[in-house]
């Protein structure tokens, strides 16, 4: 369970976060959240599918990593296999939060970084070396945090843009549910199930007025880039088969 506490340089001046890659550490995960204005870089190492939240119904883009739950096949005794690490996983222990904004008026409130004071990512030692500080002596924060504080301003943006990204597939009922069964080089199967992709057979019937705008609005590239993605299936049904090997 994560415990969000809003980011302090007094009560956290003394920790420190462990930025490596395992499945101790909570990166042994089937996929995570992307957003349009990062799929260049997802599609470059990972498959681009669609999820449904389960208690919101709202859907969203997800970045594959694994056949089955609590399986990610670009994690390896060295850590991270892949040239890109996506946001939502960099990000943690932190999130952005909001809190109240009596300056904005009666119900407005405003982002602010927060930590998961119960993540495996945490050292609470002081003096220690280990892993990344927080703050520095003066309690400002350290380039680290400025690092992470910039990733989460990006997901935060991705995260609005994705609202429309969304809005505007649905719309012209360009997402349609799909399975895929995979079978491993020992005879065993992977069924891919629950997830949404882009309905290609939708999108070649759009009229041309239709394309301009999505191009206009930056989509049509983020549609194109999710349908490219799929290639990248294939060296991972590869890893699997190495890791039976």
């Known amino acids: 369970m994560s415990n969000y ?12 976060v462990n930025t490596s890659r395992s499945a101790q550490l909570g990166d042994n995960i089937m996929y995570t959240m992307t957003f349009p204005m990062e799929f260049r870089d997802i599609q470059s190492c990972y498959p681009i599918f669609f999820c449904k939240d389960p208690e919101s119904g709202q859907l969203y883009p997800a970045a594959l990593l694994g056949f089955e739950q609590d399986q ?28 109240a904004n009596p300056d904005g008026g009666e119900g407005a409130t405003k982002p602010v970084v927060s930590i998961d004071s119960d993540s495996p990512r945490l050292i609470n030692n002081a003096g220690s070396e280990e892993g990344e500080a927080l703050f520095n002596q003066e309690g400002a924060p350290s380039d680290f945090l400025q690092t992470s504080i910039g990733a989460l301003e990006s997901i935060h943006r991705g995260l609005e843009h994705n609202k429309g990204f969304i809005a505007a597939l649905l719309e012209h009922e360009l997402l349609e549910s799909f399975s895929l069964e995979i079978t491993l080089n020992d005879g ?18 759009l009229d041309g007025d239709t394309l301009a705008k999505f191009n206009a609005q930056g989509y049509l590239q983020s549609i194109y880039m999710a349908i490219a993605s799929f290639a990248r299936l294939r060296p991972m049904i590869d890893k699997k088969n190495a890791q039976l090997a």
């Open 72 to 99: 990610n096949l670009f994690l390896s005794d060295s850590g991270w296999d892949a040239t890109y690490i996506p946001l939502m996983v960099r990000r943690h222990p932190f999130l952005i939060g909001f809190q």
């Open 5 to 16: 506490k809003i980011l302090n340089n007094d009560v956290h001046k003394d920790l420190r």
């Open 188 to 205: 065993s199967n992977n069924q891919l199930m629950g997830f949404y992709t882009i309905a290609e057979e939708k999108l070649q019937s």
